[in-house]
């Protein structure tokens, strides 16, 4: 394993949140609190809650109650919890920042605590006002703009269900969406600025029928719309419904590679309880911060640092344009000029910034944080020691949609190796092999041994498909789908989507061990490796790429593979293209590319954000398999 090129000193350690949470328990290693964590769930939860100040309106009777299997275990019951009282309504007497705004064009605005609470109070009014009621899906199809933000609270506030929508959705991901999910009533915007020109989002809801609309920046109105700002002006103030901790509250659809996506459940009191946890501990949120998390609503990572900041009474920053608008240092500015302390970002966008030669550090930033995908050790140093200068700690987590929280992360008071994570907090994680034992040193399968609040109570309308896809591999353990490495010390490595492993003439290697490889020739800045069916070897390595284009580079790209990896190893092709299909947080979609490559069908694209490129891919395996 590598060394540590990040080790906080004793002070800093005292300093954190988590360990300061240890202390406060009489626990002075973080050892020994992952393990009290992990062994000890009925003290450790509540003692989250207290430490958290999260208030239930009735006291929970249990906090966990697994008596219909470990799969439907239910959370803090007999309780009764609102996610927007404990992140809006519990604040309403604080005028700081709550939320903090800039626009594409650099217009800046900010909301406070207090003016939230009024604003989602009256909303939620006006949504019972117009019919919407305990337990309905309400859709969110909006930028990261402060209106999403209070559309989501007060969705919630009256115990309807939020269903946020990824901003770039075409027609047919919304309408399959609202099809799925029951929705009758979707907040959009009605058009927003990125790179620059217009994006009018209304002409895509519009084409949903039986639909009401709530439209932000509105222009003008149709039959069954309604403006956004009349109804938070116009609305009876509502007071936060007293739901029940396992009343859902969120669903999060996931983009299946194959077949529909999966619409995740998620309720009160779990999805509150541990994302608190996780932003406090992964994070060390402090009340005077600012997180800037480069995502979007739609994705896991908006709902997760919202919630989370919110949760403890700091200021979360939004933004709806693209990253790199105007300029390739957009989002330094960004941090510079609205006082961001904690960014969270995706390995993607810092291999952009240190191909297009980006040497600003954020002094500004006390913690990085990071999630999407697997690093390449090259762009985690540079991220550390350039923009970082080396002393700036990165939280490194991964998690997912299904859980809206981490099985794993890093924190500010460990030791980091590059590309590390650590064993999430009370998330009992492990490696296992094909028969469900502990691995060290090698590769395997990322699982979770038990329950944790935040994991979603099903797939909606769909609980054999629950069953099969996280508890159907090993018996009583969620199977994440991970493809990953761990050792004794509580480290984790990743390597990918278990699905994405290739295998080679019997020998199996995560595509980011290939990635990793190729990305230490300079000349190239993105890459995806897929495996491809081969008559001889079972499975060839293909390796996709951006940068400069030439015979040179691929030779490169080859001989550096052979050199890290071996010959058996060597890609079958070297596939060169002017940008790779991922989506708009940066994810690079590599079983799409793949599929598209092998003429088949590529499954969910709605979460791509330049489509164009799949037809292109297609061409070029076409004629590669003539």
């Keep these: 394993m590598e060394d540590y090129v990040y080790t906080p000193s004793p002070d800093q350690v005292r300093e954190t949140n988590i360990m300061q949470f240890a202390l406060k328990h009489g626990v002075r290693d973080l050892k020994e609190l992952y393990r009290k964590a992990d062994d000890e769930p009925e003290w450790f939860w509540p003692s989250v809650i207290e430490d958290c100040g999260l208030d239930f309106f009735k006291d929970y009777e249990k906090v966990m109650d697994s008596s219909e299997g470990v799969q439907f275990t239910r959370w803090f019951t007999g309780g009764k919890i609102n996610i927007t009282y404990n992140c809006v309504e519990r604040f309403s007497d604080l005028d700081k920042p709550a939320i903090k705004y800039e626009s594409e064009s650099g217009k800046k605005s900010s909301i406070s605590y207090r003016e939230m609470d009024r604003m989602t109070g009256k909303l939620a009014g006006s949504l019972k006002e117009i019919g919407v009621g305990k337990g309905d899906r309400v859709g969110i199809y909006m930028p990261l703009n402060p209106e999403c933000v209070l559309a989501f609270y007060s969705i919630m506030r009256i115990g309807a269900v939020a269903v946020p929508m990824f901003s770039g959705y075409g027609a047919e991901a919304v309408r399959s969406r609202v099809r799925d999910g029951g929705i009758k009533t979707l907040f959009i915007t009605e058009s927003y600025s990125r790179k620059g020109r217009p994006v009018r989002m209304i002409e895509t809801a519009r084409t949903i029928n039986d639909v009401t609309l709530i439209v932000h920046n509105s222009s003008e109105l149709r039959d069954n719309e309604h403006d956004f700002y009349a109804l938070v002006e116009n609305g009876e103030y509502a007071k936060s419904e007293y739901t029940g901790s396992e009343d859902p509250a969120i669903m999060l659809y996931t983009s299946g590679t194959t077949g529909k996506p999966k619409g995740t459940v998620h309720v009160h009191g779990g999805a509150l309880v541990n994302t608190a946890k996780e932003v406090k501990y992964y994070m060390d949120v402090k009340p005077g911060d600012t997180l800037y998390w480069i995502t ?50 995706s390995p993607t966008f810092v291999r952009l910034a240190k191909f297009n030669g980006i040497d ?11 999630t999407g995908e697997p690093w390449d050790e090259e762009s985690w140093l540079w991220l550390f020691e350039k923009i970082g200068r080396g002393s700036t700690p990165i939280a490194n987590i991964s998690g997912g949609t299904d859980i809206i929280g981490c099985f794993l992360a890093s924190t500010a008071a460990i030791p980091l190796k590059p590309r590390c994570l650590y064993r999430g907090l009370g998330m009992n994680v492990s490696v296992y092999d094909e028969d469900g034992n502990d691995v060290y040193g090698s590769v395997g399968y990322l699982v979770a041994r038990k329950h944790c609040p935040s994991m979603t109570r099903g797939i909606w309308k769909q609980k054999e498909r629950y069953l099969e896809t996280y508890w159907g591999k090993y018996e009583d353990a969620w199977f994440q789908g991970d493809w990953a490495e761990m050792d004794r010390e509580g480290y984790f490595f990743l390597y990918g989507r278990a699905d994405e492993v290739i295998k080679v003439a019997g020998k199996r290697v995560g595509p980011n061990e290939i990635e990793d490889s190729a990305l230490k020739v300079r000349e190239v800045t993105e890459c995806a490796a897929a495996g491809v069916p081969d008559k001889l070897k079972g499975e060839a390595v293909v390796i996709f790429y951006t940068g400069k284009s030439s015979d040179d580079v691929q030779k490169k790209v080859r001989d550096q593979i052979k050199s890290d990896l071996g010959k058996s190893f060597s890609p079958k092709y070297i596939v060169y293209l002017d940008s790779l299909p991922k989506t708009k947080n940066g994810k690079i979609l590599r079983r799409v590319i793949r599929n598209v490559f092998l003429n088949l069908d590529p499954g969910d694209t709605s979460t791509i954000e330049d489509a164009g490129a799949l037809e292109h891919i297609r061409e070029i395996g076409l004629k590669l398999s003539a």
């Design 296 to 345: 979007d609503l739609g994705w896991m990572m908006g709902p997760w640092s919202i919630i989370g900041t919110h949760a403890l009474g700091a200021t979360v920053f939004v933004y709806d344009g693209a990253a790199n608008y105007p300029d390739e240092d957009r989002v330094w500015d960004i941090v510079a000029d609205n006082g961001i302390t904690l960014l969270g970002l």
């Design 360 to 370: 600003r550090p954020m002094d500004g930033v006390r913690l990085f944080a990071s």
